[in-house]
Nanobody, 117 residues
Framework: QVQLVESGGGLVQPGGSLRLSCAASGIILNYYTMGWYRQAPGKQRELVATINSAGYTNYGDSVKGRFTISRDNALNTVYLQMNSLKPEDTAIYYC???????????WGRGTQVTVSS
């Protein structure tokens, strides 16, 4: 059974930082493109960042230069370092795993990030 479990969310003041983690089980992380997506109330889910098995990264325009995605295949874990947080970053953040060859896709249940003073 595949599980993606996010952690690290919480309440932070504007300008602060958080580090999200996504621990994967039931899959070999190295075979998957991993990503973080977010969904704010009343809005569609949007791309935050992805990282493929070669380490190439892609970021949504709103987070470029502030967020960094990374992966540790040995620990089967993906991270999202979020700096210079803004109130508009408030959302539920979801971890995603996609195996491009088979198109198998998995989602975590999400972790809430709230940026507020």
């Amino acid at each position: 059974q595949v599980q993606l479990v996010e952690s690290g969310g919480g309440l932070v003041q504007p300008g602060g930082s958080l580090r999200l983690s996504c621990a994967a089980s039931g899959i070999i992380l190295n075979y998957y493109t991993m990503g973080w997506y977010r969904q704010a109330p009343g809005k569609q889910r949007e791309l935050v960042a992805t990282i493929n098995s070669a380490g190439y990264t892609n970021y949504g325009d709103s987070v470029k230069g502030r967020f960094t995605i990374s992966r540790d295949n040995a620990l089967n874990t993906v991270y999202l370092q979020m700096n210079s947080l803004k109130p508009e970053d408030t959302a539920i953040y979801y971890c995603n795993a996609v195996r491009i060859v088979t198109k198998h896709t998995y989602w975590g249940r999400g972790t809430q990030v709230t940026v507020s003073s």
